[in-house]
């Protein structure tokens, strides 16, 4: 069993940055790939980025590429996602999920926090 848990958003202005942080709970962090997805109103939960057990494979949304970066520490059990040149369409709920597959569709992750919400003003 993983408890994730997200914090880090916020409201902020196109341009900003942030960073997202995603704390898990048990003693098997480590053994999951982890992904951040994200949902605004009124759309499907999207792929972010997702990030393997080593931290050597990552994969990032077109969306993001090039603005956002995923990380992770095993030792503190987290995960990071560090966004950059923020733009109004990143306003989302933003998710972070546990494995088993570091892949970039939500039915491969079988444990998910609750979100946190990014805002982006104009």
């Known amino acids: 069993q993983v408890q994730l848990v997200e914090s880090g958003g916020g409201l902020v202005q196109a341009g900003d940055s942030l960073r997202l942080a995603c704390a898990a709970s048990?003693?098997?962090?480590?053994?999951?790939?982890m992904g951040w997805f994200r949902q605004a109103p009124g759309k499907e939960r999207e792929f972010v980025a997702a990030?393997?057990?080593?931290?050597?494979?990552?994969y990032y949304a077109d969306s993001v590429k090039g603005r956002f970066t995923i990380s992770r520490d095993n030792a503190k059990k987290t995960v990071y996602l560090q966004m950059n040149s923020l733009k109004p369409e990143d306003t989302a709920v933003y998710y972070c999920?546990?494995?088993?597959?570091?892949?970039?569709?939500?039915?491969?992750?079988?444990?998910w926090g609750q979100g946190t919400q990014v805002t982006v003003s104009a």
């Open positions: 999920a546990a494995g088993p597959s570091a892949g970039r569709r939500a039915y491969e992750y079988t444990y």
């Open positions: 048990g003693r098997t962090f480590s053994t999951y790939p």
């Open positions: 990030i393997s057990l080593s931290g050597i494979i990552i």
